[in-house]
């Protein structure tokens, strides 16, 4: 379903190169073994001429031109956070590890850091976090801004439930609600940004675009943070060592973690969504240790 009228257009794309010698090693092996998938954004190629007319359902995880061992690593599969049947204290065990995690990693920092660049332009941003899990992004946000107002959001009663009943309930700059990001209950343009932390890959590709149409809506940017997928001869040993490192220290934590890398969307599959969407959407795709997307409507 397409979310917004008018012919489906990429405006625009591109992908910062990496800095390290790690990261361009990746990078040139990307190039070789998924050529289907534009990296470098400067030499578009026949792939890339994407109309927007296939089956969006069935977009592959890696994009509309992936190779047939890139289809095969991908999962219908539901994780753990996803799933009804799983119990709330097995959900919450999963953020308490992800959280950790992402501690020990300096991550939350890092991303809360490039949330707020996208909005270094006002004093007082109006952030809506969509898919936000325990809050921790929202909740570094505030402390590293302090003019900022975030409406912090998720589809999940019980999360919601739990996050109200964190700092985050009383803060006087922040609001807790249950949202479903591919349906936004907010007007045109009611915030500078949206943002979406590791949660676009657990919606299909028809959900996915939805968020795109409805988080270019109501935000002048959207921003999409989520993990890299790795080029599909590279995801095997990757999987292997997510089992290897996270499975001695929580299971279901490293069942959705595994799911998660055969469930990301590649930088041509975002490109597809967001082409689906059919809003006019200009997006931005970097690199930064996460693939990190800015869509925007192309405002006349
Ligand atoms: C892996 S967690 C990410 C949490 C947090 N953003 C982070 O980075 O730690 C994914 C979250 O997305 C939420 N989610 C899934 N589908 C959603 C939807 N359609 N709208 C809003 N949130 C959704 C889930 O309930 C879950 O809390």
Redesign the pocket.
């Known amino acids: 379903m397409n979310c917004c009228k008018g012919a489906p257009q990429i405006v625009a794309q591109r992908e910062v190169t990496p800095n390290t010698l790690c990261g361009r090693l990746v990078q040139l092996l990307h190039n070789r073994l998924s050529p289907n998938d534009l990296i470098d954004g400067h030499h578009p190629r026949v792939s890339d001429r994407f109309d927007g007319l296939i089956d969006i359902e069935r977009l592959p995880r890696g994009g509309p031109n992936a190779s047939r061992l890139d289809r095969m690593l991908q999962t219908d599969r539901l994780e753990y ?2 799933r009804d049947d799983i119990a709330d204290d097995v959900k919450e065990g999963i ?1 308490r590890v ?2 950790r995690v ?1 501690g020990f990693l300096h991550s939350h920092d890092h991303l809360a850091r490039i949330t707020l660049a996208e909005v270094s332009d006002a004093t007082e941003p109006r952030i809506l976090e ?5 809050g ?2 929202s909740r570094r946000i505030l402390e590293l801004s302090p003019g900022a107002r975030t409406t912090v ?4 009663p019980v ?1 919601v439930a739990k996050l109200a009943a964190t700092h985050l309930g009383g803060h006087p700059r922040a609001t807790v609600r249950i ?4 349906a936004i209950d907010a007007p045109d343009n009611a915030y500078d940004l949206a943002v979406m ?3 676009l890959h ?2 299909t590709p028809t ?1 996915a675009a939805q968020v795109f149409a409805e988080g270019t809506r109501v935000a002048r940017k959207l921003l999409i943070i989520d993990v890299i997928r790795p080029p599909s001869i590279l995801l095997v040993p990757h999987l292997s060592m997510i089992l290897l490192l996270f499975a001695p220290i929580s299971w279901p934590y490293a069942h959705d973690v595994f799911i998660t890398f055969l469930r990301a969307y590649s930088p041509s599959a975002l490109r597809a969504l967001a082409v689906h969407a059919g809003c006019g959407i200009e997006l931005k795709l970097r690199r930064t240790g996460f693939q990190i997307t800015v869509a925007a409507r192309v405002r006349g």
């Open positions: 956070l996803d953020h992800w959280d992402g969509l898919g936000a899990g325990p921790t992004l959001t998720d589809i999940d999360t949202m479903d990001a591919t932390c590791n949660s657990h919606l959900r």
